[in-house]
């Protein structure tokens, strides 16, 4: 399987953005999928988290109840509902599939297959 993150852009503090990530080849239904962000001169920061369901989801405390994610199986295509951005926000976002149920979804090894990026910037 392939990801493919789109949905980024340029936004005020306060707005809001949906992500795409969109898969390509094999079922995506089968693949629990982190969101990712990475803001210059900094590490790779988990953001969230859905399972292959759906029905497991977590999320980094930072964005707790602001950004949403859910997933659409029949679309091959996972979501990052983001609302209220603050300038805190802004970095590369990526997706990535997991591949390890013995580590801990905030990790960045617990997953593979990282998408292209998608940017978002907020401005104050």
């Known amino acids: 399987v392939q990801l493919q993150a789109s949905g980024g852009g340029l936004v005020q503090a306060g707005e809001s953005l949906r992500l795409s990530c969109a898969a390509s080849g094999r079922t995506f239904s089968n693949y629990a999928v982190g969101w990712f962000r990475q803001a210059p001169g900094k590490e790779r920061e988990f953001a969230a988290y859905?399972?292959?369901?759906?029905?497991?989801?977590v999320y980094a405390d930072s964005v707790k109840d602001r950004f949403t994610t859910s997933r659409d199986n029949s679309k091959n295509t996972v979501y990052l509902q983001m609302n209220s951005l603050k300038p805190e926000d802004t970095a590369v976002y990526y997706c990535?599939?997991?591949?390890?149920?013995?580590?801990?979804?905030?990790?960045?090894?617990?997953?593979?297959?990282w998408g292209q990026g998608t940017q978002v910037t907020v401005s104050s």
């Open positions: 859905v399972g292959r369901g759906a029905a497991s989801k």
């Open positions: 990535a599939v997991r591949i390890s149920y013995s580590s801990s979804v905030f990790e960045t090894s617990t997953y593979a297959l």
